[in-house]
């Protein structure tokens, strides 16, 4: 029996996949829920095989609980459910240790099939989100300069950006040096403008 961890936050949704997925002979939802912070418990709790996430739950501090879910969880293959429009924060997420993707608009049939394939130890990338995945705009940067970058979006000086990250003036203003290298901007309003329409915040 595949025990599955379904997450997303649609209720409507979830309880269809989570039937559907229930009426295969070998597949059983463990638990179906609609946050990620109630995931790493609930694994802990009944260790999945498989973890249906819906990408949008990966913002912010998603894609951290994602990656200690994996870590504590290493035998559990990660399956992401993703639209053609969210191609940026699947490519953060494939960073990480994500075992396969399905598109939202796919049949329950290939989910289906895609949960059984990581299993057997496949990857699993649906054809139609990687045409999306390859076009999208990698960001140059690194997490560290994302992260003074979005600190220094709300505009304020380089001084308060170094007070609210714990770093000296110096190193911020080598920071911006870098990123404005990288991103080829004239300034840093234009660098964020720039990740900001490229989706490299999310």
Not at 2 to 8: F, G, N, S
Not at 37 to 42: E, N, S, T
Not at 118 to 138: N, T, W, Y
Request: hydrophobic share 50%.
């Amino acid at each position: 029996m595949i025990r599955i961890l379904l997450v997303e936050p649609m209720n409507l949704l979830r309880g269809a996949l989570a039937a559907t997925l229930s009426l295969e002979e070998d597949l059983e939802v463990v638990a179906d829920l609609g946050a990620l912070d109630q995931a790493l418990a609930m694994a802990r709790a009944v260790p999945p095989d498989v973890a249906v996430v819906n990408i949008a739950l990966l913002a912010g501090d998603g894609l951290a609980t994602i990656a200690r879910l994996c870590a504590e969880q290493p035998d559990c293959a990660t399956l992401v459910l993703a639209g053609p429009d969210e191609s940026v924060l699947l490519n953060r997420a494939l960073d990480l240790r994500i075992d396969g993707v399905i598109g939202t608009r796919a049949a329950p049939c290939e989910l289906i099939r895609g949960i059984r394939r990581l299993v057997r130890g496949e990857r699993v990338i649906d054809a139609s989100l990687a045409v999306a995945m390859v076009a999208a705009p990698r960001s140059p940067l690194s997490p560290r300069e994302l992260n003074v970058l979005s600190v220094a979006a709300s505009g304020v000086p380089s001084t308060e950006v170094a007070a609210e990250l714990h770093l000296s003036s110096g190193t911020v203003r080598n920071y911006i040096s870098a990123i404005l290298r990288k991103t080829g901007a004239r300034n840093r309003l234009e660098a964020v403008r720039l990740a900001e329409s490229a989706g490299w915040f999310q």
